[in-house]
């Protein structure tokens, strides 16, 4: 089992909706992130977080440490929004291998 | 931009050849990280090296060897590789090893083995 877990795994939305990725993982962290990747392969940072909310133009991620639960929600989606969203946690009691990744969240939006 | 490059963006190669990929990050950073990423699996960690030193090696094939000869860059030396090496490699910087530091990745490296 994969200590990090998305969901859901493909997702396809029309322009325009409200869209929620959701990220569980099982480590204790000292922060989660958010990647994206566009076709291509490049892998881009849009949120570090630790605690609470975050907010960047139409992108919002939100974190509970409690329940050990992070989402990512896009407001008024847009094709440009179609790539790979990757869920990421750093363990910092684990020396071995401090990031865990989650296999992806595929989205594609459709005009 | 993230400030992180990698050459070649692609490459083929038989299983009996030797190659490197090239990873250069102009933002400074003390630590290089090297992954693959497999389709349909969670990107994999296969070298870390801080201030030139690797401090992790996450039991990978002898088949891959890194080389960092500076803080800005990394490479990856590839030989008598497996068609299931075929992945997107991706390297990555951060402002240093330890700590909560955002990971700023290159654009990869698509990887086909023959």
């Known amino acids: 089992k994969n200590e990090v877990e998305q969901s859901p795994q493909n997702l396809t939305a029309q322009e325009g909706e409200f869209i929620t990725i959701n990220c569980s993982y099982s480590?204790?962290?000292?922060?989660l992130h958010w990647l994206q990747q566009h076709p291509g392969g490049g892998i881009v940072s849009l949120f570090m977080?630790?605690?609470g909310k975050k907010k960047h133009g139409r992108l919002i991620a939100t974190i509970n440490i409690q329940e050990k639960h992070s989402s990512l929600h896009i407001t008024a989606s847009h094709p440009r929004d179609s790539a790979v969203y990757i869920c990421?946690?750093?363990?910092?009691?684990?020396?071995?291998?401090?990031?865990?990744f989650g296999t992806g969240t595929s989205l594609t939006v459709i005009p | 931009e993230t400030g992180v490059t990698q050459t070649p963006r692609h490459l083929v190669m038989g299983m009996t050849n030797k190659k490197s990929l090239k990873c250069e990050q102009h933002?400074?950073?003390?630590?290089m990280y090297w992954y693959k990423q497999s389709a349909k699996k969670p990107l994999e960690l296969m070298f870390v090296?801080?201030?030139?030193?690797?401090?992790e090696n996450n039991s990978v094939p002898s088949r891959f060897s890194p080389e960092c000869p500076n803080s800005s860059h990394l490479f990856l030396h590839l030989h008598t590789l497996q068609p299931e090496d075929s992945a997107l490699y991706l390297c990555?910087?951060?402002?240093?090893?330890?700590?909560?530091?955002?990971?700023?990745f290159g654009p990869g490296t698509r990887l086909t083995v023959t």
């Open positions: 933002l400074g950073h003390n630590a």
């Open positions: 090296y801080s201030l030139e030193e690797r401090v």
């Open positions: 480590v204790g962290i000292s922060a």
């Open positions: 990555a910087s951060s402002q240093v090893f330890r700590g909560p530091y955002e990971q700023y």
């Open positions: 977080l630790s605690s």
């Open positions: 990421a946690v750093r363990d910092p009691s684990n020396t071995g291998n401090q990031f865990y």
